[in-house]
């Protein structure tokens, strides 16, 4: 079963997901239409910033058991057994904040949505994007991001991935390092900004 | 609001108008730089492409992505074209300054620029020679009219190379020739260089970046160079002058008026305006003791250096000197005003003045000032300002006494300081008393604790007997710490101080604003040309800890194009090609004779610049000493 697999060392933070998930999850579907919708459409997909400033793309990991879940006394939460998203009922959800309590990942949101229920909050987070997948597309989130950090794919599959490539960074050549030159090369010097306020 | 566990400058009136500013409810430069994080990685690599509109494109660092823009570009050729068009528009601000400049010498030949004169005919009369026009029996007037057309031509298309590059050393100016380095016009360089990063045009990263030093050449040795001296010949070269500085310069009891942005042409007719005996007279009907003119960023640096008006502060200052409450008025030009201004004076009683037909703000009052009625708008302003004072809510809060600072060091004062000539300074730099110079310029970036990149390496090069010249919001850093004043040699190494006790000078020389920059460019010529060397063999560097804006951009490229090395604390948006970081920090030096080097830690950026001026000494056959 796919799902979305976040590779945050991948994160460029340039928050083109965010951008992907509010025009996916709008009624119009252009990115410049979605701005323009009431009430505005809003991305499920939050990229926050590290101890160095590095991007990272945080959102729901539709965990089993979802604490979530377990906290709404309305029964608005449930999980399609098929995929394994748990999914937010727009009109059972009476606005109370328990499954955002419960969060550990603080990834639900409130406010109001284009297919909610009108001028009322309610709770809003990823729904994988099953109106897209139904339709045999890839979550907005990882057909927008260039750089590799949101991948759609089997988890055993992204760890046999990971493991191959942490196998070979074992006993690679010095001079073939793990991260592309550059991008060391800003990460360290972001890093040396940093510490310099830490004086 | 900031998680403050450090305080964000070294500066103590940055630290406690910070917290007033917070107090006031004020966003400031720093929320929005936390707000702002994570920055793109794309953008900050140089790898987003918004050039045309089959993109905008982005290439994939990690090499899964894409690697070509729809055109086909690849990492090297946007990363090169994104930097080339930083330059682009660094040379086209600074020369646009300058093309102001020339418009008022032509408008004072004409008589059309009322309230401008020739404060200097000395130096008219020099700048109209080297520009080749006959001196002997003609009216000051008429030779300011054909200087001004003579550098209008430097602006245009007619020439093979505008004229001030023969400033430089004969050994530069055939390293040029040689890599076609050479600017044939100010505007034109800029010109091609759009015209070179426009889709399907130059797609070889390597030529689009020797364009690049060309271009900013057209600036450094062209726009700026002319903004400085017509600056001086219409407001007087600068000599050493006493002043003061930091927030403390603002007075609770006066009219304070705070010029704002880079040109002259507004802040000297404010200037003249808050002379008025009216107007003063008007203050002290209203309850001040008096008008007190300061500045901020570099138009403060320009009155410093020829009236000795005092600096409340430097770049990430702006906002927080408003949030004293004492700011009666703010006039601002142009260059490095932050749009936020406008906001932040609606918290107090300040009203903002915008001036320049290029540059209008929100929540600003724009009046216009021109050639023709800037006297007269700048009595009505002032006027304006006086009559605010009464309008202040509460007790300004002014957090400390200010700093004395000695500015106005000139290329021809620091000569006659020396008595006439350069030798007593080769022969310091010979003996090794003094061990080489280092010009530390450039902005101030959130990105980098206040202030601390200038004062930190400043401090270290001045201990180890390097003479620091610096312009623009360095200099002001500088001053702020106590080492513009002759006192300060004690803080220098036991070279460098027995010099500057014996010439009453300070170890650091503020060279004025940031186009000003080009008097370092004269100042080693003048060095090179004494010791028959290209400017790549002097004991010299260059350094922008806090840099920041596309302008430093410009200023590096054409330092390290004229052969001086230069550090940069902050990092340009060119990691995506790794190809364009070896050529700018290892390849150089086989074209030009000189590098980048990038280096946040100011401690270490000092080895680095020590080092560097240790290796010139060597290869000149002098004392050198290991640096580690």
Request: glycine content about 10%; overall charge neutral; charged content about 20%.
């Amino acid at each position: 079963m796919n799902q979305v697999v976040v590779h945050p060392e991948r994160c460029v933070g340039c928050m083109q997901c965010m951008l992907a998930c509010a025009t996916a999850h709008s009624r119009n579907g252009t990115l410049f239409g979605a701005t323009l919708e009431r009430p505005q459409p809003k991305p499920r997909i939050h990229v926050g910033a590290g101890r160095f400033n590095e991007g990272f793309p945080n959102r729901c990991r539709h965990c089993q058991p979802a604490p979530c879940q377990s906290a709404c006394l309305a029964g608005a939460i449930n999980r399609i057994a098929s995929t394994g998203t748990v999914m937010i009922n727009l009109d059972r959800c009476i606005n109370c904040a328990s499954c955002a309590m419960a969060c550990p990942y603080g990834v639900i949101r409130f406010h109001e949505d284009p297919f909610g229920p009108p001028n009322r909050p309610i709770a809003v987070k990823c729904d994988n994007c099953s109106n897209r997948v139904v339709k045999g597309l890839i979550p907005a989130c990882v057909e927008v991001c260039k750089a590799g950090a949101l991948t759609w794919e089997a988890v055993d599959d992204a760890m046999r991935r990971k493991n191959r490539e942490v196998a070979r960074a074992m006993t690679g050549e010095a001079d073939c390092p793990n991260v592309p030159a550059g991008v060391a090369l800003l990460k360290f010097i972001k890093r040396a900004e940093l510490e310099l306020n830490e004086r | 609001m900031l998680d403050q566990k450090s305080s964000l400058s070294v500066t103590k009136d940055c630290d406690l108008l910070y917290a007033k500013a917070r107090r006031d409810g004020i966003e400031t430069v720093w929320e929005r730089h936390e707000a702002q994080q994570p920055q793109c990685g794309f953008c900050d690599m140089g790898l987003s492409c918004r050039i045309c509109v089959m993109g905008p494109c982005r290439v994939d660092p990690f090499g899964e992505g894409p690697q070509t823009g729809v055109c086909g570009a690849d990492a090297d050729i946007i990363v090169a074209r994104n930097l080339c068009r930083m330059i682009a528009a660094g040379a086209a601000s600074h020369s646009d300054h300058g093309r102001d400049l020339v418009e008022v010498l032509a408008g004072v030949a004409n008589g059309s620029a009322i309230g401008y004169k020739i404060r200097d005919e000395a130096k008219l009369k020099r700048l109209a020679t080297e520009y080749g026009i006959a001196v002997d029996g003609k009216e000051t007037l008429a030779l300011a009219g054909e200087l001004a057309q003579e550098m209008m031509e430097d602006y245009g298309m007619r020439r093979k190379a505008i004229q001030l590059v023969d400033r430089a050393p004969q050994k530069r100016q055939e390293v040029w020739k040689k890599f076609n380095l050479i600017p044939r016009g100010i505007d034109r360089e800029t010109s091609e260089m759009m015209h070179r990063t426009h889709m399907g045009v130059d797609n070889n990263w390597v030529t689009l970046l020797l364009q690049g030093m060309r271009n900013a050449l057209s600036d450094g040795w062209g726009g700026s160079m002319i903004a400085t001296e017509v600056s001086d010949i219409l407001f007087g070269v600068p000599t050493p002058r006493s002043t003061m500085v930091n927030a403390g310069v603002l007075k609770a009891d006066q009219v304070n008026i705070v010029v704002h942005g880079h040109n002259p042409v507004v802040s000297e007719m404010v200037s003249l305006a808050c002379q008025s005996q009216d107007l003063l007279d008007l203050a002290k009907a209203k309850g001040a003791v008096g008008i007190n003119l300061v500045g901020v960023c570099c138009t403060g640096n320009e009155l410093l250096m020829r009236r000795g008006i005092a600096m409340a502060g430097n770049h990430l200052m702006t906002e927080l000197i408003l949030s004293t409450g004492a700011v009666d008025m703010m006039i601002v030009d142009y260059q490095c005003i932050m749009p936020s201004l406008g906001k932040v004076a609606g918290c107090y009683h300040t009203k903002m003045i915008s001036t320049s037909d290029k540059a209008q703000f929100p929540q600003m009052e724009h009046v216009e000032f021109h050639p023709d009625n800037a006297e007269k708008k700048a009595f009505d302003v002032v006027r304006t300002a006086v009559e605010n004072f009464t309008n202040r809510k509460g007790a300004p809060f002014i957090p400390v006494e200010p700093q004395p600072a000695v500015g106005g060091f000139s290329v021809e004062t620091i000569i006659s300081a020396l008595g006439g000539t350069a030798d007593p300074l080769i022969d310091a730099i010979k003996t090794g008393k003094i061990r080489g110079a280092v010009g530390i310029v450039g902005c101030n970036n959130p990105k980098i604790k206040h202030d601390y990149g200038h004062v930190t390496l400043t401090k270290r090069l001045i201990e180890n007997d390097i003479l620091v010249i610096d312009t623009g919001c360095v200099s002001v850093a500088n001053a702020k710490a106590g080492f513009k004043l002759p006192e300060a040699a004690e803080m220098a190494g036991p070279g460098l101080q027995a010099i500057c006790k014996a010439l009453g000078i300070p170890p650091v020389l503020h060279m004025g604003s940031c186009v000003d920059n080009v008097r370092i460019l004269v100042l080693v010529s003048a060095l090179a040309n004494a010791l028959g060397v290209d400017i790549c063999n002097l004991p010299v560097a260059g350094s922008a800890p806090e840099w920041y804006s596309e302008k430093a951009v410009t200023i590096g490229v054409y330092f390290v194009a004229s052969g001086v090395t230069t550090h940069l604390g902050p990092m340009p948006p060119i990691t995506g090609s790794m190809n364009v970081v070896k050529l700018l920090t290892e390849g150089l030096k086989d074209v030009v004779g000189a590098t980048f080097a990038v280096e946040p830690d100011p401690e270490k950026a000092a080895i680095f610049l020590r080092q560097t001026i240790e290796g010139k000494r060597q290869a000149l056959g002098l004392d050198s000493r290991s640096v580690g």
